[in-house]
């Protein structure tokens, strides 16, 4: 499994997984932290874009969740969010998130970096 969208965002769900499978990925989508944290322990895939502001387990948790697990630190953590504020940011290293991205944010970016963190060319 390579890529794991959780986001509560139907919009964001369809526009990121359209992108990315388009570019040969292999892409899961979860719609809050629970289904992301138990859908991230069943496939471990290699990057998870995760949104902060979520229903039931907010992203920061379910960051702190994944990095906690032996089976899924290794997963590059990319957190989502509409509010840029540098507290989400220090919050989020502080969480392990391996990065830290401000809504709205191009779909072409997100496939650049993937490609980056993956090591695949273009």
Do not use: H, W
């Not at 990315?20 to 998870?48: D, H, W």
């Not at 899924?72 to 391996?98: F, H, P």
């Not at 970096?113 to 993956?118: G, H, S």
């Amino acid at each position: 499994m390579d890529i794991l969208v959780v986001d509560d965002e139907p919009y964001i769900q369809r526009s990121l997984s359209f992108v990315l499978r388009k570019e040969g990925f292999q892409v899961e989508v979860a719609s809050n932290g629970e289904e992301g944290l138990k859908k991230a322990r069943e496939l471990k895939p290699k990057v998870i874009l995760l949104d902060v502001m979520m229903p039931k387990l907010n992203g920061f948790n379910t960051c702190r969740a994944i990095k906690s697990d032996n089976e899924l630190k290794e997963s590059y953590v990319i957190l989502l969010t509409g509010k840029g504020q540098e507290i989400d940011k220090e919050r989020a290293i502080k969480e392990g998130a391996n990065e830290f991205m401000s809504k709205p944010f191009s779909p072409k970016e997100i496939v650049t970096k993937i490609r980056t963190i993956l090591g695949v060319p273009k």
